[in-house]
């Protein structure tokens, strides 16, 4: 058992002072210093300084481990010329990110105070990178390929790469599907995946409705994506439409990224299914397809998170410097009430939507935490001062050991 006695403590919904937490692999208890030494005389304790503050450790819902070698390969500004450029660049990108690379940016996200994430695999080089994180990894298998003749060799590649994660078995770690996107997978093969979600009771996760290059071709066969298809896969049609894919994923408790470009009736399906908004703000602006209008999201009581796709498309991993690009993208929400919703995004609601047992200071759950140096006692706009001033975290504890 542990004690940790920090001078401020991040709970749910206020912070709270003279409080220290017991834990192992699980918050224990959450009460007074002395009591906590009375039940557990044995802990070992770590005292923490002054304006110290014990906050759940950050969750990072989607990001890409392989593409993690981009610094300026790719081109910015506009997602079809990004997406010709990841293509172009596709194997130098894969091949220059080595075991080192894909650490880096696993260590990167250590240091940010990222407790969990979210990886999308599209090759499974990042497997062993994965399993040996320090973090609790969601690993997203990723399904792709739009060329029904391909279907069945591509699905085979999928299970043997879902095989691999699953014979993963360390604590903290869990094989999930990822569906690449509407305009990518067929149907034959979103329909055999789903299957085994459901069978398998696995996570899922897509991307969806990212760019008006989407948008246009599921609804029209038209648009930025025409020639692409045409010249690149001989499709003069999309495989789907967005109402179809959708419907594939009904009950199931999906997570979509980006989303920039939904419409209403899609929102009304998301909605009506309980199912997350994985929202990566950097990235969209990045890739010039606007900002999600998290008003209507909140209106249509549709939970989002937020995340920071891969270093494909940012330039960091880091959730804090995510929630402060929201803070300021999203002009049209109240400050201190958008604060409130980023932290909850990437702790609280992160960890439900990815159902796990973490994210919250709250006894049961496990002990994923994090320490940032406050440099004054904290006020009520204590989330606005956290996401703006990038504290130093002096301390991330995973399941209940000392990460960093
Ligand atoms: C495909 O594999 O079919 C595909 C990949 C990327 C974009 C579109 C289609
Ligand atoms: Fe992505």
Redesign the pocket.
Same mark, same amino acid.
């Given at each position: 058992m542990r004690i940790i006695t920090p001078h401020y403590i991040l709970l749910e919904d206020r912070v709270v002072t003279n409080l220290s937490v017991a834990y192992d692999k699980t918050i224990k208890k959450i009460a007074p210093y002395e009591e906590l030494l009375d039940e557990f005389p044995d802990a070992k304790v770590t005292s923490l300084r002054e304006n110290s503050l014990l906050m759940p450790g950050l969750i990072n819902a989607h990001v890409h481990i392989e593409f993690s070698g981009n610094k300026t390969e790719l081109s910015y500004g506009d997602f079809i010329s990004w /997406?010709y450029s990841v293509i172009e660049n596709r194997e130098d990108l894969i091949n220059g990110c080595s075991k080192e690379c894909m650490n880096k940016a696993i260590d990167q996200m250590l240091r940010s105070g990222i407790t969990t994430f979210g990886a999308i695999s599209s090759h499974a080089m990042d497997l062993e990178a994965c399993e040996n994180a320090k973090q609790n990894v969601v690993f997203f298998n990723e399904l792709?390929? $739009?060329?029904a003749a391909a279907a069945d060799a591509l699905y085979g590649d999928f299970i043997a790469r879902l095989d691999s994660s699953k014979a993963v078995k360390r604590e903290g770690f869990y094989p999930a599907v990822a569906i690449? $996107?509407p305009? $990518?997978?067929h149907p034959i093969l979103v329909k055999k995946a789903l299957e085994l979600v459901k069978n398998e009771n696995l996570q899922l996760t897509a991307h969806f409705m990212e760019s008006q290059a989407e948008r246009d071709w599921l609804d029209k066969s038209s648009g930025d994506f025409k020639d &692409? &298809?045409e010249q690149l /896969?001989k499709q003069s049609n999309a495989i789907c439409d967005s109402d179809e894919f959708l419907s594939y994923f009904d009950d199931h408790k999906a997570l979509f990224t980006h989303a920039t470009k939904t419409n209403e009736k899609e929102l009304d399906s998301i909605s009506k299914n309980n199912q997350t908004i994985i929202h990566c703000p950097i990235s969209n602006r990045l890739l010039g397809n606007g900002a999600l209008d998290i008003k209507t999201l909140n209106e249509k009581n549709i939970r989002w998170i937020l995340a920071t796709d891969g270093l494909s498309s940012n330039y960091k991993l880091d959730l804090f410097e995510e929630m402060k690009v929201a803070l300021f993208m999203h002009t049209d929400q109240p400050l201190l009430t958008l604060a409130n919703q980023l932290l909850k995004s990437v702790t609280i609601d992160a960890a439900d939507a990815l159902g796990l047992n973490t994210g919250e200071i709250k006894e049961g759950k496990n002990a994923d935490m994090i320490v940032l140096d406050l440099d004054v006692e904290p006020n009520e706009e204590l989330p606005i001062h956290i996401i703006l001033h990038r504290y130093n975290i002096s301390k991330v504890i995973i399941n209940g050991e000392d990460a960093l």
């Open positions: /997406l792709i390929g $739009s060329q690449h $996107s305009y $990518s997978v &692409f &298809f /896969l």
